[in-house]
């Protein structure tokens, strides 16, 4: 597989529980965030997306809690399963520019059985 | 099934040569972008297209070329001029440059490139 997930910090869960990885962002004028799930030798998918008139979404089986005081976004997955093993990055934006997008580095999800 | 198709998903490349990569997209969008994924890294936009026969630097586009002479294909060219061309390759495609609502970036597989 590719070795993006080098270098990047782990969380390693059972399966069955939940997940909550975290990502710091640098803009305080940041208005969009979006997380992307990275599994072995594929390209990003997106995952969820916020905006920073909310405080929380939730999807099937995730949820983004974004906390503008402390510039920090997290997402959380529930009965986390082998599948979800990837690693997972965030991304913001500001001024509604696709081409502005930062990507941080990126979480290793380890899905132990 | 929509999607973009990047090929060739490795290749190796001596020193000094010229490689191409390429980049399709069934999508029927606009914009098309280049990215480079280094280990430990974020992901770094090289170049991008807002629509055909036009396209813009990117962050990092020294040792880069690319083109957009038809809506679905964007093909990437790693120059000789690229110090350490060595990285995984992702393009990617959204409706319009601009996000609003569902206007996400989809990427394809990637093209991991090496230089020997």
């Known amino acids: 597989g590719e070795s993006v997930g080098l270098h990047l910090p782990t969380l390693s869960v059972q399966e069955g529980d939940n997940s909550i990885i975290n990502c710091a962002y640098s803009n305080s004028a940041s208005d969009y965030f979006i997380w992307y799930k990275q599994e072995s030798g594929k390209g990003p998918q997106f995952i969820i997306d916020?905006?920073?008139?909310?405080d929380k979404r939730q999807g099937q089986r995730v949820t983004v809690l974004l906390n503008k005081t402390v510039k920090h976004l997290s997402l959380q997955i529930a009965a986390t399963q082998p599948g979800d093993s990837a690693v997972y990055f965030c991304?913001?934006?500001?001024?509604?520019?696709?081409?502005?997008?930062?990507f941080g580095t990126g979480t290793l999800l380890a899905v132990q059985p | 099934d929509g999607g973009i198709t990047q090929s060739p998903k490795y290749l190796f490349r001596k020193e000094g040569q010229n490689v191409t990569l390429s980049c399709e997209q069934n999508?029927?969008?606009?914009?098309m972008y280049w990215y480079r994924q280094d280990p430990g890294q974020g992901l770094r936009l090289i170049y991008y297209?807002?629509?055909?026969?036009?396209?813009q630097k990117g962050d990092i586009a020294e040792g880069y070329s690319v083109s957009r002479e038809k809506k679905e294909s964007f093909p990437l060219t790693v120059t000789s001029a690229q110090k350490n061309p060595t990285a995984f390759y992702l393009c990617?495609?959204?409706?319009?440059?601009?996000?609003?609502?569902?206007?996400?970036?989809?990427f394809g597989a990637g093209s991991r490139l090496t230089v020997l």
């Open positions: 999508l029927n969008h606009d914009a």
């Open positions: 297209s807002q629509i055909v026969n036009d396209f």
């Open positions: 990617a495609s959204s409706i319009t440059i601009y996000h609003s609502g569902a206007n996400v970036l989809t």
């Open positions: 991304a913001e934006g500001y001024g509604g520019a696709t081409n502005k997008l930062i």
């Open positions: 916020i905006r920073s008139n909310m």
